[in-house]
């Protein structure tokens, strides 16, 4: 499993670096390719190194490169994940769902798909069943109903990315699926506000890069590439692999790291490109010099 899980990161690792050199080559028409840095310098393949050195050919300068991955909290990802389930139900339920709603209190989504069909239906037919009765304001729990007709309806605290102390999300199942009215005209079925804003598109930008400082990822990288400047880099390059559907903010990434690199101290770094190799996208969003 190690092994899948590490191939699978060097598979993403050579896709991000070699979009970025793609970009890089046809920008420029320049002819640099990429190497492992461990296969050019075998003696750091046991200690703190970089990912790669890239340059156009053995006599000529060599620039360093680190890949960091950008990846959504979890509790974004699951928030999302019942964003769009919620969108399809209302989609469903178009001509016959009078008003607009809210869930709040959704738990964590972790299904099959053939197991996502069949939540899909209680759902809909659970939430139609009690809407038409509801009046302006009011809010009714169906995690009971729900419970009754999908055993795998998960038996956890409320998902909220920013809950409540511990004392108050010792919630059960019965109470996980809140659905309140709060309109009597449209056709609207969202998560409650207090979720929904945080997984606004640019929003998640700024939580992925945040994490990747609290983590220390950041740090990780400047003394990586602080290694391979001793070593005799010409500059140095961090690449964050930007694996973050669908949306792609590079100005809102060029704000978080204006604010937070001062105090990163991160003075081995010399460029940050974000690169999105799904749709062969690249953006400098940081740097005091670059190979461009």
Not at 38 to 59: G, K, L
Request: aromatic share 8%; charged share 25%; net charge neutral.
């Amino acid at each position: 499993m190690e092994q899948a899980e590490e191939s699978a990161q060097a598979q993403d690792e050579c896709q991000c670096i070699g979009t970025f050199l793609n970009w890089h080559n046809k920008r420029l028409g320049t002819n640099f390719s990429y190497q492992r840095a461990e296969d050019v310098f075998p003696e750091i393949a046991d200690s703190t190194r970089w990912d790669f050195i890239i340059r156009e050919n053995q006599y000529s300068p060599w620039y360093a490169a680190e890949i960091k991955r950008l990846i959504r909290p979890e509790a974004i990802i699951q928030l999302v994940s019942w964003n769009g389930l919620l969108k399809r139900i209302r989609d469903d339920l178009q001509s016959r769902l009078q008003g607009e709603f809210f869930v709040d209190g959704v738990p964590p989504l972790k299904l099959e798909r053939q197991k996502r069909v069949k939540l899909k239906r209680v759902l809909s037919e659970g939430i139609l069943q009690n809407a038409q009765s509801m009046k302006n304001g009011e809010s009714v729990e169906l995690g009971s109903q729900i419970l009754s007709r999908f055993p795998d309806w998960p038996h956890t605290k409320h998902l909220n990315p920013h809950p409540p102390p511990p004392t108050e999300c010792r919630v059960k199942a019965e109470y996980c699926f809140t659905l309140e009215k709060v309109a009597d005209t449209g056709c609207s079925l969202e998560l409650a506000s207090a979720q929904s804003g945080v997984f606004i598109p640019n929003q998640v930008v700024v939580e992925a890069l945040t994490l990747l400082f609290e983590k220390g990822e950041m740090s990780q990288a400047n003394e990586q590439l602080g290694l391979a400047k001793q070593k005799g880099a010409k500059e140095t390059i961090l690449l964050l692999d930007y694996d973050l559907p669908p949306s792609w903010y590079p100005n809102r990434a060029k704000q978080v790291l204006a604010n937070k690199m001062d105090q990163a101290q991160l003075a081995d770094i010399d460029c940050i490109y974000l690169v999105k190799a799904s749709e062969n996208r690249v953006s400098k969003v940081w740097g005091r010099n670059s190979l461009v």
